[in-house]
Nanobody, 124 residues
Framework: VRLVESGGGLVQAGGALRLACKAS????????LGWFRQAPGKEREFVAA????????DYADSVKGRLTRSRDNAENTVGHQKNRLKPEDTAVYYCAAAPDYTDYSRRDVVYMYWGPGTQVTVSS
């Protein structure tokens, strides 16, 4: 399984970005998908997750109310719209997948597959 993130870039505080993660493989529908981020000098942290069926989502408190997730199983893609960006949102954002109908989780060890990451920089 290969995951590739897209949509990162430089944005001013208060702006918005849409990140996407596209997965290879025919079993995408069985994947729970998570987004994590890592800022310079900090540990990787959970951002959001969506269940393999797409009915359930979970968001970190730091992004709740500013982020919405969606998935398109036909296109093997999950999207992540982030609004009202803040400088503290600056980080490399990673998409991760847990296969075989695993429950989504905030724990990164649950996710077997990871994308290379995409940089998001928010200027003040």
């Amino acid at each position: 399984v290969r995951l590739v993130e897209s949509g990162g870039g430089l944005v001013q505080a208060g702006g918005a970005l849409r990140l996407a993660c596209k997965a290879s493989g025919s079993t995408f529908i069985s994947f729970a998908l998570g987004w994590f981020r890592q800022a310079p000098g900090k540990e990787r942290e959970f951002v959001a997750a969506i269940s393999w069926g797409g009915q359930n989502t979970d968001y970190a408190d730091s992004v709740k109310g500013r982020l919405t997730r969606s998935r398109d199983n036909a296109e093997n893609t999950v999207g992540h719209q982030k609004n009202r960006l803040k400088p503290e949102d600056t980080a490399v954002y990673y998409c991760a997948a847990a296969p075989d109908y695993t429950d989504y989780s905030r724990r990164d060890v649950v996710y077997m597959y990871w994308g290379p990451g995409t940089q998001v920089t928010v200027s003040s």
